[in-house]
């Protein structure tokens, strides 16, 4: 893993995600109430509210900042008059 998943942020992903667990007696979490998150999370996150507002976006393999095998990033569709391009979005803690 990358040190930005590594460290403070992963030891805080998992006592945020254990208290969640917790309260909510079960594991799968509601992903808008995540106050920390790996990119993976970010990612799930930010396609639910694209896809909500209409955004075109979809989701990638792949993060700048970490390179363990879960990574992935949103790509959101950007067209002018002369051209179609992909963006990454990039969510860093």
């Given at each position: ?19 969640l667990r917790n309260f909510h007696k079960c594991v799968v979490l ?61 969510c860093r803690n």
């Amino acid at each position: 893993m990358f040190p930005v998943e590594q460290g403070d942020l992963h030891k805080r992903w998992k006592l945020v995600s254990m208290e969640l667990r917790n309260f909510h007696k079960c594991v799968v979490l509601p992903i808008g109430s995540l106050s920390s998150g790996l990119c993976r999370h970010q990612t799930i996150l930010f396609k639910r509210l694209a896809d909500y507002i209409g955004l075109p976006c979809r989701i990638a393999r792949g993060c700048k900042y970490c390179v363990a095998d879960h990574r992935s990033s949103c790509l959101v569709k950007i067209k002018d008059d002369k051209q179609l391009s992909w963006v990454f979005q990039v969510c860093r803690n």
